[in-house]
T-cell receptor, first 113, second 115 residues
């Protein structure tokens, strides 16, 4: 079945350093969504990418969807302690309903002040 | 405020007991979902419903049951057949589930433990 692999599983950075998490799918995706879950909280939708090669920015966060629509990345510039949490990607197969949204296992980010 | 309400926040179950987790939304969303989250496992889909009176099994439906009698409500029952029910359960909703292009909104979750 379809799998969405996310790496790294954990990332520890010093405040001010950059951070990147990568998401790779075994099949071509219709779109990909990114979520952030703070410690003790619930996932919160960040963004959705739909087009091949798409790049979107939200302040210090840059999201990218690969040309083949099989991979995606989230890059955070100059991390802050407020960035702490687990970042999940979630991919949808072509022709799939929302029930086929497959979540990666997440990358847990910790930021040392 | 519009949102998704899950209750209770913490739930304890005895061996052989069924328990029901509540999920209510006032976002007027058509689609609702139940996920299970275990440490290091991400989110795994248990059941989802795209419309009232209809629901579909997800990847790990065994030992669980749901109903969707009202648009606002999607309760999840963890039955005694679920041998490893200890987990964090998340309910979510989206405007619709048909095209898969909608963000999902999550509740605060219910943490279920076995006594």
């Amino acid at each position: 079945g379809q799998q969405v692999m996310q790496i790294p599983q954990y990332q520890h950075v010093q405040e001010g350093e950059d951070f990147t998490t990568y998401c790779n799918s075994s099949t071509t995706l219709s779109n990909i969504q990114w979520y952030k879950q703070r410690p003790g909280g619930h996932p919160v939708f960040l963004i959705q990418l739909v087009k091949s090669g798409e790049v979107k920015k939200q302040k210090r966060l840059t999201f990218q969807f690969g040309e083949a629509k099989k991979n995606s990345s989230l890059h955070i510039t100059a991390t802050q302690t407020t960035d702490v949490g687990t970042y999940f990607c979630a991919g949808l197969n072509y022709g799939g309903s929302q029930g086929n949204l497959i979540f990666g296992k997440g990358t847990k980010l910790s930021v040392k002040p | 405020d519009g949102g998704i309400t899950q209750s209770p926040k913490y739930l304890f179950r005895k061996e052989g007991q069924n328990v029901t987790l509540s999920c209510e939304q006032n976002l007027n969303h058509d689609a609702m979902y139940w996920y299970r989250q275990d440490p290091g496992q991400g989110l795994r889909l248990i059941y989802y419903s795209q419309i009232v009176n209809d629901f579909q099994k997800g990847d790990i439906a065994e030992g669980y049951s749901v109903s969707r009698e009202k648009k606002e409500s999607f309760p999840l029952t963890v039955t005694s057949a679920q041998k490893n029910p200890t987990a964090f359960y998340l309910c979510a909703s989206s405007i619709n589930g048909g095209q898969g292009n909608q963000p999902q909104h999550f509740g605060d979750g219910t943490r279920l433990s076995i006594l």
